[in-house]
């Protein structure tokens, strides 16, 4: 991730290139140009061959020894863009952001209308989080060819982040069909539908991405035959996240290590349930002990995902709950995922993922200890939109929120996932290797309990300086964790978690159909 920060800086560096991007957007025609000519017919046939086998292995996902025959091939054909773009997408696909970046700028300077320059570029910038900047570039992509399927591709990753989510399907659904077989394309596609709640058509398009992907390991195709599973089990439920009850509702809750923790019934149980709203995992998540305690049986299962703590893995079970009641409203049909939980502490059953409560504005009032859900057609919606700072936020592939955090002694905003479910702030270790945010490491190391176990003597910080949108916090405690685990799911790179040390000082409000938070301080209610 360090090599993403310098991306951020290089780009402000390198301002007159874009400038000239920018200004050339204008005056480009829509003419397609086909990039690759035929490499292939070109090329002297020994290198021919080299390059052939570093496509395949590039289809079948291995990325090492691709890259030794496209080195081979670069060191043959030095000045060759065709092969130095593959090289650029390899990086990509290996995250290695700043190379990527690095190659392809060279060839947009030199080959003005080299599309397939245009779309890495534009890909490099999107996993960086520049959001405004690789819109343009991508759409220049896409004008000087209509069949770049890449900048389609990541262009609907960039609508899908910013919570079009529509538009976002039909650009993909252009990149698949421009390249029916190109695994990633096929992969953000399916995801992307899931997300929408197309289930059916989800589960068909991981059925596909197997049937094309070579060379997967065993873990994570029996990853994606249990995401099968579970896509075709929801695909036959009705309606799901089907909302009744009153329009609105409050209810009290505790403030539990800086967590909020509210009692909700599931399918229609007396007693009530300790549960926390997490902000920071985009489904519901229910212990296997309170699982058990519900009868509640696993409805698909397969592979392990990777989480803090422990060994960094954790068996994925997929449930199905019929209703959860938080107050006098009611959400019937919620899928859910079944895991152990390490640490018992505080009888926590369950955390409330965010697909729970999206169709509700969701406040929590960290000062009044009080957890609301408004439905977002009510008359009082429009007043709770306009009652703070409303601050913007992104949406991860792997459906956290995140948005752009200022931390003192680092330049340029950093993208952090807003996590009401973390009790203390986060920053990743390439962040807290930079200087000067190296220098304010504290002394104390902390015990962290994540999903894959328990972490011991974890490093922790004390950040002089923290923003979110024009907010600003003073000493805030982050601890250092590697976000990599974090990093190859969201699609754009994350530095850190806004965590409930931070957002405690607060009432907020998420305005999911806005894409946005709305806070106010506090010490500012009346």
């Known amino acids: 991730m360090k090599e993403v920060y310098w991306l951020r800086q290089h780009i402000i560096d390198r301002s007159r290139f874009t400038g000239l991007v920018l200004c050339f957007l204008f005056i480009i025609s829509s003419a397609g140009f086909a990039f690759e000519a035929d490499i292939y017919q070109v090329l002297p046939g020994s290198t021919k ?232 995992s985009g489904a519901t998540v229910i212990s296997k002990e309170t699982a058990d305690l519900l009868s509640l049986k696993p409805v698909a299962r397969g592979g392990h995902a990777k989480g803090f703590g422990g060994d960094g893995r954790f068996e994925i079970v997929y449930g199905f709950v019929n209703s959860i009641e938080i107050g006098e409203v009611k959400v019937r049909n919620v899928p859910v995922y079944i895991r152990h939980f390490h640490s018992q502490t505080n009888k926590i059953d369950g955390y409330i993922g965010l697909s729970l409560v999206s169709k509700f504005l969701t406040t929590i009032d960290y000062g009044e200890s009080t957890f609301g859900l408004m439905r977002k057609e009510t008359p009082e919606a429009e007043t709770i939109r306009s009652s703070g700072t409303a601050i913007p936020l992104r949406l991860t592939s792997s459906g956290f929120l995140s948005g752009e955090v200022r931390v003192e002694g680092v330049e340029d905003p950093l993208n952090f996932i807003v996590d009401t479910g973390s009790s203390v702030s986060v920053i990743s270790d390439d962040l807290a290797r930079l200087d000067p945010v190296s220098s304010f490491a504290g002394d104390a190391k902390m015990r962290v309990i994540g999903a894959a176990g328990i972490e011991e003597n974890v490093p922790s910080y004390i950040l002089p300086k923290v923003s979110f949108g024009p907010l600003t916090r003073s000493d805030i405690s982050a601890i250092s964790l590697d976000l990599d685990t974090i990093n190859t799911t969201t699609g754009f790179e994350q530095a850190g978690i806004l965590g409930g040390n931070f957002l405690r000082n607060y009432r907020m409000t998420f305005d999911f159909k806005n894409s946005l938070v709305i806070f106010v301080p506090i010490d500012a209610q009346p």
């Open 49 to 280: 061959k080299i390059v052939k086998q570093a496509d395949k292995l590039l289809r079948q996902g291995k990325l090492t020894e691709a890259e030794s025959f496209l080195k081979r091939a670069a060191e043959a054909h030095p000045d060759d863009s065709a092969i130095r773009l593959r090289v650029a997408y390899l990086h990509l696909k290996q995250r290695r952001t700043v190379d990527a970046y690095n190659i392809s700028l060279g060839i947009a300077q030199a080959e003005e209308k080299n599309s397939y320059a245009y779309a890495i570029l534009g890909s490099a910038l999107l996993s960086a989080g520049r959001f405004p900047q690789a819109r343009q570039i991508l759409v220049n992509a896409i004008q000087l060819n209509r069949k770049e399927s890449l900048a389609w591709a990541s262009l609907g990753l960039l609508e899908f982040y910013e919570n079009n989510i529509d538009e976002g399907i039909l650009n993909m659904r252009e990149a698949v069909y421009l390249e029916p077989n190109h695994t990633d394309h096929v992969f953000s596609l399916a995801q992307a539908l899931a997300r929408s709640e197309q289930y059916k058509e989800a589960a068909r398009g991981y059925i596909k991405y197997l049937a094309i992907s070579r060379g997967l390991d065993d873990e994570r195709r029996a990853r994606i035959k249990g995401l099968i599973d579970f896509m075709e089990y929801l695909g036959g439920k009705h309606e799901l996240y089907a909302i009744g009850g009153a329009g609105q509702t409050t209810i009290p809750i505790r403030i539990v290590g800086n967590r909020p923790v509210l009692q909700i019934r599931v399918n229609g149980r007396s007693q009530p349930l300790n549960f926390v709203l997490d902000s920071g």
